[in-house]
Structure formats: structure tokens, C-alpha cells
């Protein structure tokens, strides 16, 4: 088999209040990949720090998309991701900002793939995930190492609004601290039960990749995308084969990004960033 085409799509999502483009998509041939950047817990009366004028998270996705137009194909996605954490890492260190509390700086999870000649490449942090199919018919999937963690604050998320009648700009006054703890506690922490590793600056990411090569032999199709395209519900261990299948059978069938994103948005007052990148071989 052989690589046919790339197809992605970064879509910002819109919000009551003001509206971050913390996603960033990268398609630059060998590299195609999702980024999901967060930025420090903030809320209407702490806001977020600014790096130059952008947000935390803004920042990430701009060093990560300006280092993939400019690296040579040669570079293995390890030692790519290795610099971005690096520069972001310095540009953590230069806001004077605790580089050690991963509860205070911004950070980014992705899922990256390099296309090779007999391999496809991936790394993958945090909860974006990768879905692939062989023309087999078997079909494979990453887990979502965040979910423990997610489910823990979405629990306290629920508690805050249902006792402060359902204003999230006052629920994030409330949460942004204990966010902050949380993410100290789990986020690139091998102590933690519930740990998952994301890129922040800290070296330890290095440690823990989450690598992992596909023979693109037989190979028909991989997507790699971001939170944005799916409930985080469904990410639990027992339904990610279900998300997984259909996801990729929606694409096959004939939805385009764009309208698998379209449907998962159905009746949602608010809509999350949302980035996919689809790989097709033939």
C-alpha cells in the first residue's frame, strides 16, 4: 500500500464570552497532526496570562505549527516534539512562571503521525486520539489516558453549577484552583494513579512517549483528532472501540470532516475547537 492524500480541518468553535484558537493543525508532508493546547487555569477574574498577546495554549499551537513548516522531513517525530517542548519550556521560563507546577502553565496534547516509506509513525499525549483502519476490516484505536482525570473534574464541575443556578463564568472562579491542583497532581506525574502526560516544557515528557508504528501495509485509513470531535463520555475504556468504529465508518460511508463535526455539535449551546486530520492509502 501507499500513502493517497491528507485531508483536515480545524474548525475554532464558537463560546458565550470570547472565543481562544488553541487548536492548531499540522499537514505538512511527512508530518500531519492534531493539537489540543490548553492554557493555565483562569477565569473572568484571573485571566490568563499572556505570552506577547496570546494566551498560553495560542502560544503552543503557534511554535508547534511554525516548527513543522520549517524541520526537515529527515527529523523523527521524537526529537520534533522534543524541541517544541524545549521552546515552549523556555517561553515558560521567560513569563517567570513555577515550570515545576504543571497546575499553573499551559501545555498541549496531540496525536502526530510521520509518514514513512513501509511505516506510519505516531505519537500520541493527552486525549487526542487515533482511530485507524486496515482494508482487512480490523480496526485500532489509542486510549484516552486523560479520562480518570476528566471524569474527577467534570464531577466537581456538576457539583459547582447545580448549587450556583448554572453560571459557569462564576462555576470558573470557583473550579480554576481546583483545576489547578488536579493538574499538578496527574498531569506528566508518575506518582499519580490517574497520571497522563502532556508537552508543557517539563523533560520528563521525554520519558514517556506514547509512540507506536502502523506497517502501512494493508493499511486503509488513520485519523488523529482532537477532543473537539467526540463527548469525552465516550472515551471511557468499555466504549472506545464503539467511538473508534464510528468514527471511521462515518468517514468511509461519505461524511466529510466537517459534517461528522456538524453532528456531534447537534444541540450544543456552546461548541468546542475541533481539529481531525484524515491519512487515506491505497
Known sequence: MAFKRAIGICDHGWSKGYALKEDAIIMKHPFYGAIDTFSEPHSYRQPPMLFDGKTGGEMIAEKATQLFKEISDDLSLEYSISIINTLVGKAIERQGLPQDNAGCIPGACLSIAKI???????????????????????????????????????????????????????????????????????????????????????????????????????????????????????????????????????????????????????????????????????
Open 116 to 282: 514513512r516509506e513501509k511505516a506510519l509513525n505516531l505519537l500520541q499525549f493527552g486525549d487526542c486520539l487515533i482511530f485507524w483502519r486496515y482494508f482487512s476490516g480490523e480496526i485500532g484505536y489509542t486510549s484516552n489516558p486523560i479520562f480518570s482525570h476528566e471524569k474527577k473534574a467534570m464531577e466537581i464541575r456538576k457539583e459547582i453549577l447545580a448549587r450556583n443556578g448554572n453560571n459557569k463564568q462564576e462555576m470558573w472562579v470557583e473550579f480554576a484552583p481546583i483545576l489547578s491542583k488536579l493538574r499538578q497532581q496527574d498531569i506528566n506525574n508518575p506518582r499519580s494513579k490517574d497520571d497522563y502526560y502532556i508537552l508543557n516544557g517539563q523533560p520528563i515528557l521525554e520519558d514517556y512517549w506514547n509512540s507506536l508504528s502502523l506497517p502501512i501495509d494493508d493499511l486503509e485509513l488513520v485519523m488523529l483528532c482532537s477532543d473537539g470531535y467526540f463527548h469525552w463520555e465516550e472515551t471511557a475504556p468499555g466504549k472506545l472501540s464503539r467511538l473508534a468504529e464510528r468514527m471511521l465508518n462515518d468517514y468511509r460511508d461519505g461524511l466529510t470532516l466537517a459534517e461528522i463535526l456538524i453532528r456531534k455539535r447537534m444541540d450544543e449551546e456552546e461548541a468546542d475547537e475541533a481539529t481531525a486530520v484524515v491519512l487515506e492509502f491505497k
